[in-house]
């Protein structure tokens, strides 16, 4: 299972990041995305979850840990409103410059 769980988190990040090199807008929109996808599961990962455990407020020996679970919807939450920013300044950008560029000029040829 931690063998798919590595290779889940490397193929989310290396095409993250491969699309974060394109030069178009869109796919840098994606990448981010996809990376903050692969955060996410790392600190799911790093939290070392476990199904079936009481959450803190019992009198048991063991509970689960409620950390990794705020920091992912914390990360969520950024991720989503740093995604609606980065679309409205690319919006706003394609509407300045007319392309879609990341640069702001087409590359020549």
């Known amino acids: 299972m931690e063998a798919l769980f590595a290779v889940t988190l490397g193929v989310l990040t290396a095409c993250g990041v491969y699309l974060l ?3 178009r807008v869109f796919p840098v929109v ?3 995305t996809l990376i903050s996808y692969a955060v996410n599961l790392f600190l799911f990962g790093m939290g070392r979850l476990n ?3 009481p959450a803190v407020l019992g009198k048991t020996g063991e509970y689960a ?3 990794p679970q705020a920091l992912v919807l914390t990360a969520i939450v950024i991720g989503f409103a740093m ?3 980065v679309v409205v300044l690319s919006l706003r ?3 300045e410059v007319k392309s879609d560029h990341v640069d702001g000029e087409e ?3």
């Open 21 to 23: 090199l394109r030069a």
């Open 30 to 32: 994606m990448g981010l």
């Open 65 to 67: 840990d409620p950390v």
């Open 83 to 85: 995604t609606a920013f």
């Open 107 to 109: 590359p020549r040829e």
């Open 51 to 53: 199904s079936g455990m």
């Open 93 to 95: 950008a394609l509407g």
